[in-house]
């Protein structure tokens, strides 16, 4: 056999070879799970942002070498390979706890109070912190705030809301007085060190007003386990107690 068949041979089978990896390796789909935060959209145009990264051998080889791409609200994304042509993210929300609005802004932050991002784009399902005053942020550190001890009860409250899903709009601090405001209802916790009680005996009080559409303001300042949940929607606060049954 001539040489420049041998060659012709050879350049056939690199060239066959380069066809199949640029255009037999093409990701058809991605299955985007576990974000509550970010579309599948927003995660893919995040993830495929380097040249050729539509393609399953140039992807792997992007994040074996650099890590993925990930969004600012994004803990970490898992990947697996179903086949040559799909790609599933699974995608680890980082805790929002709550932000705090400024100048245009929407400063968010997580649970130990480290500054998460700042956008003009308000998430939905994430509290607005009002009445707290701080003195600085920047973006990987916690706030510095003037009362500590206050932003530590924020934490607190936010991490509860966050864990029981009730839909509170915007937490309300004023000279330590705590009042949480979800749809038309608003709640007036009082100041205190803890408010676990407090948010387990809203979580389905709240699901209950929001399916029915109902109004009014909740006094919690004096509320102890055990004690019945009282919807005033008549513009007054009542302080109405249960006490428990002697058995």
């Given at each position: 056999?001539?040489?420049?068949?041998k060659?012709?041979i050879?350049?056939?089978?690199?060239l066959?070879?380069?066809?199949?990896?640029f255009?037999?390796?093409?990701?058809?789909?991605?299955?985007?799970?576990?974000?509550?935060?970010?579309?599948?959209?927003e995660?893919?145009k995040?993830?495929?942002?380097r040249?050729?990264?539509?393609?399953i051998?140039?992807?792997?080889?992007y994040?074996?070498?650099?890590?993925?791409?990930?969004?600012p609200?994004?803990?970490?994304?898992?990947?697996?390979?179903?086949?040559?042509h799909?790609?599933?993210l699974?995608?680890?929300?980082?805790a929002i706890?709550?932000?705090?609005?400024?100048m245009g802004?929407y400063?968010?932050?997580?649970r130990?109070?480290?500054v998460?991002?700042?956008?003009?784009?308000?998430?939905?399902g994430?509290?607005?912190?009002?009445g707290?005053?701080?003195?600085?942020?920047?973006?990987?550190?916690?706030?510095?705030?003037?009362?500590?001890?206050?932003?530590?009860?924020?934490?607190?409250?936010?991490?509860?809301?966050s864990?029981?899903k009730?839909?509170?709009?915007?937490?309300?601090i004023?000279?330590g007085?705590?009042?949480?405001?979800?749809?038309?209802?608003?709640?007036?916790?009082?100041?205190?060190?803890?408010?676990?009680?407090?948010?387990?005996?809203l979580?389905?009080?709240l699901e209950?007003?929001?399916e029915?559409?109902l109004?009014?303001?909740?006094?919690?300042?004096?509320?102890?386990?055990?004690d019945?949940?009282?919807?005033?929607?008549?513009?007054?606060?009542?302080?109405?107690?249960?006490?428990?049954?002697?058995?």
């Amino acid at each position: 056999m001539r040489w420049y068949k041998k060659l012709f041979i050879v350049l056939a089978f690199i060239l066959g070879g380069a066809c199949f990896v640029f255009f037999g390796l093409k990701i058809d789909t991605v299955k985007v799970e576990g974000t509550e935060i970010y579309s599948g959209e927003e995660i893919k145009k995040s993830v495929f942002t380097r040249d050729f990264s539509d393609n399953i051998l140039f992807f792997a080889v992007y994040n074996k070498i650099f890590g993925i791409n990930k969004l600012p609200f994004v803990e970490d994304i898992e990947v697996s390979y179903e086949n040559m042509h799909t790609v599933k993210l699974h995608v680890y929300d980082k805790a929002i706890s709550g932000c705090i609005q400024y100048m245009g802004q929407y400063i968010y932050f997580d649970r130990d109070g480290i500054v998460l991002q700042s956008m003009q784009e308000k998430k939905e399902g994430v509290p607005v912190v009002t009445g707290i005053h701080f003195v600085a942020f920047s973006v990987g550190e916690a706030f510095d705030v003037k009362d500590s001890s206050l932003f530590a009860t924020v934490m607190n409250l936010s991490q509860l809301i966050s864990h029981y899903k009730i839909p509170v709009k915007r937490i309300h601090i004023s000279d330590g007085d705590v009042v949480l405001y979800s749809g038309d209802i608003v709640i007036m916790l009082g100041k205190k060190e803890l408010y676990d009680d407090e948010i387990s005996a809203l979580s389905s009080i709240l699901e209950t007003a929001a399916e029915k559409g109902l109004h009014g303001t909740i006094d919690m300042k004096s509320f102890r386990p055990g004690d019945r949940i009282i919807l005033d929607s008549s513009g007054k606060t009542k302080k109405t107690r249960k006490k428990e049954k002697e058995r």
